[in-house]
């Protein structure tokens, strides 16, 4: 795994931050490897035990196995290494992105120029909405949407660099193997759907927009999301990479875009960062854009009512504990439910897990989708064996 970012908007990284970054880097896969199986353990072993003679029954929810971990002492080491980890992982690339952002700027306009295809359109007038503007959303100084100068793109840098310490080798050589693994599942799974129109929502900064891109090359790819910082970066990014993606400022809960003019609409760890009013206008609209035969997919986390009680804690624990006040609300939701709320037929829902495509061949990938896979506790949950949830309905 390259420990540098593979386009031209990679920063020039003293030894001294290098080496912070990598400590960060173990350190968190320290704590969600090696202290999260021993934190399960002593679950099974001491504290559902201890519960279940007491109550007389099991745990019967995430909320049950929270209420006694939080009395553990071993949780509340795990939680404030984690927590702290994660403050680490933004300040040990922020240095770099401050020292660096005349030279951002200046890379981002010259990768403007080149004649790749792409375009970025951004809009000063849209409100950008409160679950972004009121939240440092997983803890990152500013959010997504806070800018110092004129056309600043650190927010952007920062989610790319914070990104390449915090997932720790875990997410692809381009940090896109979400795209590449959902893109690659439509494309293996359904031979004859040929999209010629996609949409990524929420898209940040594009790291799983260019997949789809590269996967269906005949298509158009628009992606939106509401940061203009991140959007620059993104269409920068592109431009480097060479891939032709139309990036635009755009709200997905209100779609600047024609009734049935998309064939696919997708979106990757998106709908846990919304109010649920969010998600249910997001999905309506995202049904209102896609074409009749077309499909709506959603990379997110899985359900909390197909997973076990202590998955269910596990999984949440982010929304106590890294400022993601939204992230059990979804989790809570029945996925079906919604998109059948939004007026998808329920006969039309697909869900399904995919393994990681950048990490395999590609006939050892397609082996594996043939096979339907069970959530199980490695899926969504950022650790070695890792495996992507994915859910939606055709139209
Ligand atoms: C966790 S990031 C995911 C980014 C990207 N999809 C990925 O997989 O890397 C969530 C993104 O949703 C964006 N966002 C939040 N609310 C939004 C909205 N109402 N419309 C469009 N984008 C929004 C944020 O700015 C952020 O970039």
Redesign the pocket.
């Known amino acids: 795994m390259s420990e540098e970012l593979l386009h031209d908007l990679r920063l020039h990284r003293t030894q001294e931050e290098r080496a912070k970054q990598n400590f960060v880097k173990e350190l968190r896969s320290y704590v969600l490897n090696d202290m999260a199986d021993a934190m399960r353990k002593r679950y099974e072993d001491r504290i559902k035990p201890a519960f279940e003679a007491i109550t007389g029954h099991p745990p019967e929810d995430g909320m049950d196995v929270h209420k006694v971990m939080k009395e553990d002492a071993f949780f509340k080491f795990y939680s404030s290494f984690r927590y702290n980890a994660q403050e680490m992982v933004w300040r040990s690339v922020m240095p770099t992105l401050e020292r660096n952002i005349d030279i951002l700027k200046e890379r981002a306009a010259e990768l403007g120029e080149r004649e790749i295809g792409g375009t970025l359109r951004l809009d000063p007038d849209l409100e950008v ?1 409160r ?2 503007t009121e939240i440092d ?2 803890l990152a100084p500013g959010g ?2 806070s800018e110092t100068v004129s056309d600043d793109l650190t927010a952007g840098a920062l ?1 790319d660099n914070g ?1 390449q310490v915090f997932s720790f080798g875990l997410m692809g050589r381009n ?1 896109d193997d ?2 590449w693994s959902m893109a690659q599942y439509v494309r293996n799974k359904y031979p004859h759907f040929k999209p010629e129109r996609i949409l ?10 260019l997949p789809w891109a590269e996967s269906f090359p005949q298509a158009e790819v628009h992606a ?4 203009a910082p ?1 959007l620059r970066y993104a269409h920068a990014r592109a431009q480097s990479l060479g891939i032709p993606v139309h990036f635009a400022q ?4 209100k779609l600047q875009f024609e009734d049935e003019s998309f064939d696919l609409v997708f ?4 709908l846990h ?2 109010s649920l009013k ?1 998600i249910r206008s ?1 999905i309506a609209e995202a049904r209102r854009v896609l074409k009749p035969g077309g499909l709506l997919l959603n ?1 997110e986390l899985p359900p909390n009512n197909q997973m076990d009680p202590y998955d269910s804690f596990y999984l949440d624990w982010d929304c106590y504990y890294n400022n993601e006040p939204y992230y059990k609300g979804f989790r809570d939701q029945d996925y079906k439910e919604l998109c059948v709320q939004a007026g998808f037929d329920p006969e039309h829902y697909v869900q399904f897990i995919s393994p990681q495509y950048t990490y395999m061949k590609p006939e050892e990938y397609r082996a594996a989708i043939g096979v339907e896979g069970a959530i199980d506790r490695n899926t969504g949950r950022l650790a070695n064996g890792i495996q992507w949830f994915g859910f939606g309905a055709w139209k």
């Open positions: 909405p679950n972004v959303v997983h997504y949407h989610y990104l940090l979400i795209g990524d929502a929420g898209c940040g900064v594009g790291h799983n927009s939106v999301d509401v940061a991140l755009m709200d997905a809960t979106s990757s760890m998106f960062e919304l969010q997001f990379m």
